[in-house]
């Protein structure tokens, strides 16, 4: 059973918007939830991620400015809004959880969803 559940990437177009939506289920519950992407032969790179309660949220110097992180009324789903989609954005998009880590490393995360692709055309 999946703890995390990303939907909305796709193929877009450079210059246009997503919304990745991240579900979380009751294990996941009351976590800290990120936003990671890994590009074909690089290193999974954070980019941004929130507290439960949706007050307290990090972005990536990288993408600042063009991604924002929110979450649903419920609490259960983590949404990363991209702006002004370029090349560099196309990747696999992970959403990962933990109870205490806000920050950049993967590896203090523990629990992963299956990733959702986006890809930007020019």
């Known amino acids: 059973q999946e703890q995390l559940v990303e939907s909305g990437g796709g193929l877009a177009q450079a210059g246009g918007s997503l919304r990745l939506s991240c579900l979380a289920s009751a294990r996941t519950y009351g976590s800290y939830m990120a936003w990671f992407r890994q590009a074909p032969g690089k290193e999974r790179e954070f980019v941004a991620s929130?507290?439960?309660?949706?007050?307290?949220?990090v972005i990536a110097d990288s993408v600042k400015g063009r991604f924002t992180i929110s979450k649903s009324k419920a609490k259960d789903t983590a949404y990363l809004e991209i702006d002004s989609l370029n090349a560099e954005d196309t990747a696999r998009y992970y959403c990962?959880?933990?109870?205490?880590?806000?920050?950049?490393?993967?590896?203090?995360?523990?629990?992963w969803g299956q990733g959702t692709q986006v890809t930007v055309s020019s």
């Open positions: 990962a959880s933990s109870q205490t880590y806000s920050g950049q490393a993967w590896s203090m995360y523990s629990y």
């Open positions: 929130i507290s439960w309660s949706g007050a307290n949220t």
